[in-house]
């Protein structure tokens, strides 16, 4: 059974949200406070299916159809006659926890309040709420059109009802779910950002090149993508984030972010969505 699905953030994460639930046929309403965003969000949403449509994985008129599906608003209130609200924004306990408040405020009674965050606990999000039972992680990956994994985040109150519905809505979109307990960065980036970590500190301590490092992963351990690339590819800045998080939450310094990592970011160097990370990427093309 579909249902109307807000997402709340119009960026890498939060369009590709939108359009695989608009491809399976839900009316999905995509928020962000910058109608630039959404400009951008949508304009990346018809790029996306167009490629779907050029390698036969889904016709026109599946691909017209999901386009009708998705509106655009800059307005939180739109959140309020929805049955799933995932919140899609930048990987900010502050600004997550301030969105849940207002959302918990908006949302129609059942709704169920879900996070994509890759790291923040969701206990402490579900807090922020009248309703933690209702409350939940689900960690889509990216890119979201592409990628099957769904990680599903079950908060410390979050009820049975609530995580039975989203396993359920994840396999509907044709998504794998994987239950994980609320811990710092989860499974998938506990086991991940060390790994990138570790290749930044080679880079900054000579050991090999970028390339080198990225195909040493490659072709070693049969990766499809090299760690330093895949860092470009999530952004630096969310990288740096959920590394801090994992060295409070878990108070070991075996996650400290890599000064290099550290750096890049304070340049700006963001990885593809600024133009330039690890590699060059030509012209920025970040909000």
Same mark, same amino acid.
């Given at each position: 059974? #579909?249902?109307?699905?807000?997402?709340?953030?119009? =960026?890498?994460?939060?369009? @590709?949200?939108?359009?695989?639930?608009?491809?399976? @046929?839900?009316?999905?309403?995509?928020?962000?406070?910058?109608?630039?965003?959404?400009?951008? /969000?949508?304009?990346?949403?018809?790029?996306?299916?167009?490629?779907?449509?050029?390698?036969?994985?889904?016709?026109?008129?599946?691909?017209?159809?999901?386009?009708?599906?998705?509106?655009?608003?800059? &307005?939180?209130?739109?959140?309020?006659?929805?049955?799933?609200?995932?919140?899609?924004?930048?990987?900010?306990?502050?600004?997550?926890?301030?969105?849940?408040?207002?959302?918990?405020?908006?949302?129609?009674?059942?709704? +169920?309040?879900?996070?994509? #965050?890759?790291?923040?606990?969701?206990?402490?999000?579900? =807090?922020?709420?009248?309703?933690?039972?209702?409350? +939940?992680?689900?960690?889509?990956?990216?890119?979201?059109?592409?990628?099957?994994?769904?990680?599903?985040?079950?908060?410390?109150? #979050?009820?049975?009802? #609530?995580?039975?519905?989203?396993?359920?809505?994840?396999?509907?979109?044709?998504?794998?779910?994987?239950?994980?307990? &609320?811990?710092? /960065?989860?499974?998938?980036?506990?086991?991940?950002?060390?790994?990138?970590?570790?290749?930044?500190?080679?880079?900054?301590?000579?050991?090999?090149?970028?390339?080198?490092?990225?195909?040493?992963?490659?072709?070693?351990?049969?990766?499809?993508?090299?760690?330093?690339?895949?860092?470009?590819?999530?952004?630096? &800045?969310?990288?740096?984030?959920?590394?801090?998080?994992?060295?409070? =939450?878990?108070?070991? &310094?075996?996650?400290?972010?890599?000064?290099?990592?550290?750096?890049?970011?304070?340049?700006?160097?963001?990885?593809?969505?600024?133009?330039?990370?690890?590699? /060059?990427? =030509?012209?920025?093309?970040?909000?």
């Amino acid at each position: 059974m #579909t249902e109307r699905v807000v997402v709340v953030g119009a =960026g890498q994460m939060g369009n @590709g949200i939108a359009h695989v639930f608009a491809l399976h @046929g839900h009316a999905v309403t995509m928020i962000d406070v910058h109608p630039h965003a959404l400009k951008k /969000g949508r304009a990346t949403i018809e790029g996306n299916l167009a490629r779907q449509v050029k390698k036969g994985a889904i016709d026109d008129a599946a691909r017209e159809a999901a386009l009708s599906r998705i509106v655009e608003s800059t &307005d939180l209130a739109s959140a309020a006659d929805a049955g799933l609200v995932i919140e899609a924004a930048t990987e900010q306990s502050d600004l997550k926890f301030r969105i849940f408040a207002e959302l918990d405020r908006l949302a129609a009674p059942g709704a +169920i309040l879900a996070s994509n #965050t890759s790291s923040i606990s969701i206990t402490a999000i579900a =807090g922020r709420t009248a309703h933690p039972e209702r409350v +939940i992680g689900m960690h889509f990956m990216n890119p979201v059109p592409v990628m099957q994994l769904v990680e599903v985040i079950r908060g410390l109150a #979050t009820s049975d009802a #609530t995580t039975h519905r989203v396993m359920e809505l994840a396999q509907s979109l044709g998504k794998t779910p994987v239950e994980v307990n &609320d811990f710092p /960065g989860f499974v998938s980036n506990r086991v991940l950002m060390p790994m990138i970590n570790e290749a930044a500190y080679c880079l900054m301590e000579g050991v090999g090149t970028a390339e080198a490092i990225d195909t040493v992963m490659k072709l070693g351990m049969n990766h499809p993508i090299g760690p330093l690339a895949l860092a470009d590819l999530i952004g630096l &800045d969310t990288c740096v984030a959920i590394l801090e998080v994992l060295q409070d =939450g878990l108070g070991d &310094d075996k996650y400290r972010p890599c000064p290099l990592l550290k750096k890049y970011v304070a340049a700006g160097w963001l990885g593809r969505k600024s133009g330039r990370g690890f590699y /060059g990427y =030509g012209q920025p093309d970040g909000r």
